[in-house]
Nanobody
Framework: QVQLVESGGGLVQAGGSLRLSCAAS????????MAWYRQAPGKQRELVAA???????NYADSMKGRFTISGDSAKNTVYLQMNSLKPEDTAVYYC???????????WGQGTQVTVSS
């Protein structure tokens, strides 16, 4: 069982930045993919960004150029750097990892990001 603990959410003004962290209870090398999703009130959960075990990132179109996903193997942590934040980025952000061998998905508890206009 993989435990994921997210942190870094909060309230920020439009145009500001936040960095989310997702600390895993096991080595990130055991994951096939690591990703961030978000869910706004009344909306479906959507992919924000993902990174494969080889380090190749993938972003949703609306996040390209503003968000950066990265991993730190020494800390078993995945980060999401969010710049130029907009009110429409307001959501609960969830960390997700997929086990390399079993393909089981694990989720964090979520962290709230609120962007004020």
């Amino acid at each position: 069982q993989v435990q994921l603990v997210e942190s870094g959410g909060g309230l920020v003004q439009a145009g500001g930045s936040l960095r989310l962290s997702c600390a895993a209870s096991t080595s990130i090398f055991s994951f096939k993919t690591m990703a961030w999703y978000r869910q706004a009130p009344g909306k479906q959960r959507e992919l924000v960004a993902a990174i494969t075990s080889s380090g190749a990132p993938n972003y949703a179109d609306s996040m390209k150029g503003r968000f950066t996903i990265s991993g730190d193997s020494a800390k078993n942590t995945v980060y999401l750097q969010m710049n130029s934040l907009k009110p429409e980025d307001t959501a609960v952000y969830y960390c997700n990892v997929r086990d390399f061998f079993s393909s089981v998905d694990y989720w964090g508890q979520g962290t709230q990001v609120t962007v004020s206009s």
